[in-house]
DNA sequence: CTCAGTGCAAAGGATTTGCATGCCG
DNA sequence: CGGCATGCAAATCCTTTGCACTGAG
C-alpha cells in the first residue's frame, strides 16, 4: 500500500537519522518517539511530560530540538499554549489537523488524494507567478471538536 | 464586485464593533488599523511598533486584543518569532498565506473560487464524520520567499 | 578516556498585568 | 464625575542555556 516505514522498522530508521548526525538513539529519545506514534495528532510538551514522568523538562526540550534538526520530528506551531511536536510527514502519512479554539486539542485527517492533487496544481502556479519556493504546505481546520462543540 | 466595505467604510466598521463592546475608537486604535491596511500580509508588534514610534509596547498589545475581541483583527501565528496580526476576513478578502522560513516574511496569496469550493465540500465531509465544528480554515504555503531563495 | 546526554537551576524573550494618571462621554 | 485608555515597570509563561555529573563507545 505504501512506502512508509512499518512500525518495526521506524525505530530503525529514526536509528539512522540521528547516527547520520552523530547522534544516538538513547532510552529517552525513544520514549519521545514512542509517544509521537501513539499520539492521534502532535503533542505538546506538557503533555510529554504528563505521559512520561521520567522525562525532565529541559531535557525533552533539548531532544526534540535533535530529533527535528535530524528530520524525525516536526514542530507545529498553534494558537495560545505551547508548541506542539509530531512526527515528520516522510514517517507518517501526508495530514492535516482539526483545531478546537476551546481545548486546544489537535487531531489529524487527510483530503481524498484527487484534492491533494489540485491543491498541489494551485500551488505550483501561486510559485511560478510570485517566485515563492514552497517546501510543504500547512492546511488546518479551526473550531469546536465534538466535546468542546 | 463584493460587498466588503470599501476604505471608506471601514473605519466606520471598526468603530461600530468597538462601540458594541462598550470600546472607544482612540488615536492608538485608529493607528494599528491603518497599519493593518497598508500591509500586504499579517504583521508583528515588533514591525507594527517600529512603524509608528507614538504606540507603547504594553498598550499595542492590549488594543491588539481589544480589536481582536469585538472582531476586526485576527492574530495569525508562524513558526519562530512572535505572533503576527492582519484585519479580520470580513473586511479583507479571503487568503492564504505564503511563509518564508528563513526571513519570517509573510505575503498574501488566494486560490480560485472553484478550488475554494472542493476545499468547503471535503471540509464538510470531515466535519460530518468527526464531528468536529470547524469556524474557518488556515491554507499556508511554507518556504522560501523569491528574495531568500 | 572522551564526548554526547542528562538534570537542575538560572537566563532569555515575548506577552501580560498592576498601578497611577490622563481624558472622553 | 466615572470609567476606559495609556505608559511604565514589574511579573509571567514558555523555552533556552550554563554547568557539573553520568554513561556509552
Do not use: K, W
Not at 485527517?109 to 484527487?114: G, K, N, Y
Amino acid at each position: 500500500m505504501s512506502s512508509l516505514p512499518g512500525e518495526a522498522d521506524l525505530h530503525v530508521t529514526v536509528a539512522q537519522r540521528l547516527r547520520r548526525d552523530h547522534q544516538r538513539y538513547t532510552p529517552a529519545r525513544r520514549a519521545l518517539v514512542e509517544l509521537l506514534v501513539g499520539a492521534g495528532g502532535p503533542v505538546s510538551l506538557p503533555e510529554l511530560l504528563r505521559r512520561d514522568v521520567a522525562l525532565a523538562q529541559s531535557s525533552t526540550y533539548r531532544n526534540l530540538g535533535v530529533l527535528e534538526a535530524v528530520g524525525v520530528v516536526h514542530r507545529v506551531v498553534v494558537e495560545g499554549e505551547s508548541a506542539r511536536y509530531e512526527l515528520a510527514e516522510d514517517l507518517t502519512e501526508h495530514h492535516h489537523h482539526l483545531i478546537c479554539t476551546r481545548c486546544g486539542a489537535v487531531r489529524d485527517f487527510t483530503i481524498s488524494p484527487t484534492l491533494e492533487r489540485s491543491l498541489a496544481r494551485a500551488f505550483d502556479q501561486v510559485s511560478a507567478e510570485t517566485g515563492f519556493r514552497p517546501t510543504h504546505h500547512r492546511l488546518d481546520l479551526i473550531g469546536r471538536c465534538e466535546r468542546c462543540a
